[in-house]
């Protein structure tokens, strides 16, 4: 199955500002998805990448998915207060006629004011 | 549209009881996604199920863990014997169709908070 890492394990952000997160597989990505969780609820989805070089945004969220399908990164701009939380990536996990995500450990989001 | 719904959204157990963690998909969906979340390890899947099989179990442990996805009714994961390793987040999810097919996404329930005394 698909490793993933996710880069930084934690991130303190002032409001305001940007950030990027990193998610890097060994392994090819044949779909990077992205989920963000608030403390003690599920997840929910924010975007999904399927081609290399891909780019997708949704209000202040930008997610890209590089060339060579290893690496995606999630960029916020311009932090809020409600940005703040646990992104994980989520990678899909190909078997004989079905798939699966697997998920890196996540990156949690602290924005003060 | 009701999403995923799971229950209890916390369970307490003492130690060599059973606990059943039940998960009812978002309608229309017919697969199901079990995953248990610690703080230091992530998410990790468990168990893939699609109505009344079992797809792949291969994140579950070995003894003491089953789950089953009737023809009616919700979604059970039943740990037997608990033990305090077992405490954690247990997630479900559901989707409509394979993941492979074109934007197939989870969606998930709230979790089921087990603590084990």
């Known amino acids: 199955s698909q490793e993933l890492e996710q880069s930084p394990q934690s991130l303190i952000v002032q409001e305001g500002k940007n950030l990027t997160i990193n998610c890097t597989s060994s392994k090819t990505l044949y779909g990077l998805y992205w989920y963000k969780q608030k403390y003690g609820e599920g997840l929910i989805f924010l975007m999904m990448?399927?081609?290399?070089?891909e780019e997708k945004s949704h209000e202040k969220i930008t997610a890209k998915l590089d060339e060579k399908k290893q690496q995606s990164s999630l960029h916020i701009t311009a932090s809020q207060p409600s940005h703040a939380g646990i992104y994980l990536c989520?990678?899909?996990?190909?078997?004989?006629?079905?798939?699966?995500?697997?998920f890196g450990k996540g990156t949690m989001l602290l924005v003060s004011p | 549209n009701a999403g995923v719904m799971q229950n209890p959204r916390h369970l307490v157990r003492r130690r060599g009881q059973e606990a059943r963690l039940r998960c009812s998909p978002m309608k229309g969906h017919s697969h199901v996604y079990w995953y248990r979340q610690l703080p230091e390890e992530g998410l990790k899947f468990m168990v893939y199920?699609?109505?009344?099989?079992?797809?792949?179990e291969s994140g579950m442990p070995k003894e003491r863990f089953s789950a089953e996805f009737p023809k009616e009714g919700p979604s059970i994961l039943r740990i037997q014997q608990v033990v305090r390793g077992d405490s954690a987040a247990y997630f479900c999810?559901?989707?409509?169709?394979?993941?492979?097919?074109?934007?197939?996404?989870?969606?998930f329930g709230s979790g089921t908070q087990l603590s084990v005394l």
């Open positions: 999810a559901s989707s409509r169709e394979l993941l492979t097919a074109t934007n197939e996404k989870l969606f």
């Open positions: 990448l399927q081609k290399g070089g």
């Open positions: 199920l699609q109505k009344e099989n079992i797809i792949d």
């Open positions: 989520g990678a899909v996990d190909r078997n004989s006629g079905y798939s699966t995500l697997t």
